[in-house]
């Protein structure tokens, strides 16, 4: 997958130099590019941002910058379709894990970082019309950054875990929370197994798969239902068993 990220503060991006996406992008699994806005300007003060029309605080980045950054980084290439353009905004759909796997399966996503009042509305209708991409505005919660970078940050780094051999053990990815069960993941534990009077729950270490496996299981429902109430109100009746009920 190749990734292109605009911002007027490429340093923001620098973790994606760390970690697992450092890894992918050093083993040639994830083609990952972080380009300077103002590289496009073309005033002396490299200005990015004007006033809003009808008035109210704050600025708002022109969609002329925007534009020729963004002709330029697509290139021909968006014609040949799968990319997504993804405008992080607190006024988006809000960012799921069903949105990453779906992001996951694109051929590129350019993500368009704005900072003060946002980017002109202008920017996402014009794209929306080019052949070949998809524009996405996505919020990462309900709250309003400063910048869409630490939305990027989150965006790229929970779609890249999902891209075949980036994750060491795929399976690690079966059972986690937001996952294809619907649910919370249960509590987990690691050695020692008493820590400050504190024991691991015994079925644990009883080498007993199956009593595990419905452990796991009870435990997941249970934090679903006092933590998040709505996702279990989602699940289809025949995701629960006649033991789930139980629950
Ligand atoms: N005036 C905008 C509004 O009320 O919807 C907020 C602009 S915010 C100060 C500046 C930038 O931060 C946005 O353009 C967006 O890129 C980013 N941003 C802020 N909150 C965000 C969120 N919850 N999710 C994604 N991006 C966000």
Sequence with gaps: MRIDVLTIFPDYL???????VGKARQSGLLDLAVHDLRAWTTDRHRTVDDTPFGGGAGMVM??????????????????DGGTVLLVPSPAGEVFTQRAAEELAGARRLVLACGRYEGIDARVAEHYASRPGV???????????????????LVVVEAVARLLPGVVGNPESLVEESHGAAG??????YTKPPAWRDLPVPEVLTSGHHAKVTRWRRDRALERTAAR????????APEALDREDRRV
Excluded at 183 to 188: A, G, N, Q, S
Excluded at 228 to 235: A, Q, V, Y
């Design 14 to 20: 620098a973790p994606l130099e760390l970690s697992l």
């Design 62 to 79: 022109r969609p002329d910058v925007w534009g020729t950054a963004l002709d330029a980084v697509l290139g021909d290439d968006a014609d």
């Design 134 to 152: 998809t524009v996405r505005e996505v919020s990462i919660g309900d709250y309003v950054l400063n910048g869409g970078e630490v939305a990027a």
């Design 183 to 188: 649910l919370l993941e249960y509590p987990v």
């Design 228 to 235: 998040r109430p709505d996702l279990l109100e989602r699940l």
